[in-house]
């Protein structure tokens, strides 16, 4: 499968504890972006990266999330301290600019967090 | 900021009628315009895009879309629905100077009854 591949599929945790979730984007895409999804929500941008810099951040990501693209492949989110609010989908996409015409983004099957 | 808009949140048809789902956006810049569906327990999937070019756009499964720059709206067409269009169905706004993020509507569920 050559597609966004993207881990755990389903997390369960504390509150308070720290999760990670990983996101491998198609092999040639240079940016990576993540979403989060609420029930009954469109997905909400948080982050993109181009290569391996990190170039916006949504006013969502409180300083609890952070996220890094080493290398500019895969890339981790990791929500210290979680909350019952973080409940979410979380998605990760990605997309090529390398080429003239930007592709479209392609999206992975998202983690999904359920803070108890 | 950027905004948009669908206007049903939930849709329920019979097999064999017609589709039209609305989307508004708001953003007065160029901007790239997406139809994306999420079948149940599956990914996000592209059903069709506007770049630029003719403003009537055709994707996959008979799903066609209409770029009316003018009234800010991109709504997404199907002549007649099949029961395996069930799912929800997304639209996506892409400002040309924001580096490919997209800003999404708040989905509209579609349930085709056989």
């Known amino acids: 499968d050559t597609g966004v591949s993207q881990n755990p599929r389903h997390k369960i945790t504390k509150r308070g504890q720290n999760v990670t979730f990983r996101c491998d984007p198609i092999?040639?895409?240079?940016?990576l972006y993540w979403y989060r999804q609420t029930l009954g929500q469109g997905p909400e941008f948080l982050t993109y990266?181009?290569?391996?810099?990190?170039?916006?951040k949504s006013r969502l990501l409180s300083d609890r999330f952070s996220a890094e693209r080493p290398k500019g492949s895969f890339s981790t989110l990791e929500i210290q301290r979680t909350e019952q609010g973080d409940s979410a989908m979380y998605l990760c996409?990605?997309?090529?600019?390398?080429?003239?015409?930007?592709?479209?983004?392609?999206f992975g099957q998202g983690t999904r967090l359920t803070v108890v | 900021a950027q905004s948009v808009s669908q206007h049903n949140h939930h849709v329920i048809l019979s097999e064999a009628a017609s589709l039209e789902l609305g989307c508004n956006y708001s953003?007065?810049?160029?901007?790239?315009l997406f139809w994306y569906v999420q079948y149940p327990g599956q990914h996000l999937q592209l059903l069709l895009k506007?770049?630029?070019?003719?403003?009537l756009v055709k994707g996959i499964k008979g799903f066609e879309a209409e770029f009316i720059k003018s009234k800010f709206s991109f709504n997404l067409r199907k002549p007649s629905v099949q029961w395996s269009d069930t799912a929800e169905y997304f639209c996506?706004?892409?400002?040309?100077?924001?580096?490919?993020?997209?800003?999404f509507g708040q989905g509209t569920e579609l349930s085709v009854k056989p």
């Open positions: 996409a990605s997309s090529s600019d390398r080429l003239v015409i930007t592709t479209e983004a392609f």
């Open positions: 092999s040639e895409h240079n940016r």
């Open positions: 990266f181009q290569n391996e810099a990190q170039l916006e």
């Open positions: 953003y007065g810049g160029t901007v790239n």
């Open positions: 506007y770049f630029s070019g003719d403003p």
């Open positions: 996506a706004v892409n400002a040309l100077n924001q580096g490919g993020k997209l800003i």
